[in-house]
């Protein structure tokens, strides 16, 4: 199928519905461009090479980082948008942005960091990704933020579709959690994200992108690591299958080539499947616009049902495989105490804290989320170096 056939549902930057502060345009750059570059150029967005995706940092150099993490989304992302005749530059903004908010070490240091807020609202690296960019980021004499268009941040606040149904009831995960994280909805008060509605198949281009990518990263980093061979995740079966194909097409391949063509073949077959089944998706709800993208009843950008089984597979094998080794969880533990230890210095000491973010109220909310603001902010080794010189007795995180 031609792209003019089905490009009419992508986003148009000429439609933007702009910035929260106004800003007059380039005359080099689109609106969506500049945004990438804003991200690109953000302290945050370099904090993210010593960030942890699995691994933490000393584990090796070759291990995947949030930055290469995000970098190989970005890849991802723009295949999928050029393919789709989508904005290539939107669906980059996406990919750019969606883990800006993670803490040190990842998953687990946004768990240490849930449990010390939970009498504050929790934390949430989606509704920091956005505190990141509308309010902690300050390159600019004119407004905190970087002032983003409300594609881009839709996109990252979207990530996982919708927050609420259209009266404003909180769903899915927010419902589970509380509410949609107060982060989000202060700034949606003054620049309406529509909350209910699915972003652009830009956005939604960035987020299959993100499990794409880590499907893919994290098979190679896990045999890396040694903690499974390929005969054991061989036995989910679109990885079987294409270890087959790799063999019959090169029967004496060596084993660090055979990795990497997997891992090559897995990408392309995922990144084919989701621009034919979005194609289908498409016809079959007779979608036209960008605004029936984000009206629609669903996800436009999908895996097809088989892929999607795929999909769900290989994150089986890989979550007590990978995730929850006992390594892994050994380390993501004591990496969680570190953070824990630190909120809670950080309350009994706010001295300790340096003096940029120490003002505001301070009403012990206020002081609470200036802390995580702060701690979220650190890489994983500066974390280690403030825990060793304020707390003391650190883990090796070994």
């Known amino acids: 199928m031609a792209v003019e056939a089905y490009v009419s549902f992508a986003s148009d930057v000429h439609r933007s519905r702009g910035r929260l502060y106004p800003e007059p345009g380039s005359a080099t750059r689109s609106a969506f461009r500049r945004d990438c570059d804003r991200i690109i150029h953000s302290t945050a967005f370099r904090r993210l090479a010593h960030k942890t995706q699995v691994f933490v940092f000393h584990e090796g150099d070759h291990f995947r980082t949030r930055l290469t993490h995000t970098l190989e989304v970005v890849q991802v992302a723009r295949s999928l948008a050029r393919a789709l005749g989508l904005d290539e530059d939107l669906a980059e903004g996406s990919a750019l942005g969606h883990d800006l908010g993670h803490p040190p070490f990842g998953h687990a240091g946004e768990r240490a960091l849930d449990q010390s807020l939970a009498a504050f609202g929790g ?19 004119a407004f905190d933020g970087l002032n983003l268009t409300f594609e881009t941040l839709e996109g ?48 939604q281009a960035g987020a299959i992108s993100d499990d794409i990518a880590y ?7 896990g045999l890396r690591a040694e903690m499974f061979a390929l005969d054991d995740i061989a036995t ?66 999908t895996f097809s049902p088989a892929m999607a089984e795929a999909d769900r597979a290989i994150k089986g094998f890989l979550y007590p495989k990978l995730y929850r080794h006992e390594r892994i969880v050994r380390i993501m533990n004591d990496a969680e105490q570190v953070v824990r230890d630190l909120f809670a210095h950080y309350v009994g000491h706010p001295t300790d804290i340096p003096a940029e973010w120490r003002q505001g109220p301070g009403d012990p909310a206020a002081v609470a989320l200036r802390i995580a603001d702060f701690i979220a902010g ?17 883990p090796e995180l070994r």
């Not at 499907?215 to 980093?221: G, L, S």
């Not at 960008?290 to 996800?299: E, L, N, S, Y």
């Open 378 to 394: 650190m890489t994983d080794r500066y974390a280690m170096i403030e825990h060793a010189r304020l707390v003391g007795d650190t």
């Open 215 to 221: 499907d893919a990263h994290d098979i190679d980093d």
């Open 123 to 141: 934390f949430d690296h989606n509704a920091q990704t956005l505190r990141v960019v509308t309010t902690l980021e300050r390159p600019y004499p």
């Open 236 to 301: 989910v079966p679109l990885i079987g299958d294409i270890l087959r194909s790799i063999d019959k097409d090169h029967p004496r391949i060596e084993p660090g080539r055979r990795v990497h063509e997997l891992r090559r073949r897995l990408i392309t077959r995922m990144i084919e499947d989701v621009i034919a089944q979005t194609l289908r998706n498409v016809a079959a709800r007779g979608i036209q616009s960008a605004a029936a993208v984000r009206a629609a009843d669903g996800p436009v950008v």
């Open 156 to 203: 990252l606040v979207k990530h996982n579709g919708p927050l609420t149904d259209r009266a404003g009831n909180p769903i899915g995960k927010c419902a589970a959690h509380g509410g949609v994280p107060r982060a989000i909805s202060e700034y949606s008060s003054r620049h309406d994200l529509e909350l209910w509605s699915y972003p652009s198949a830009e956005a």
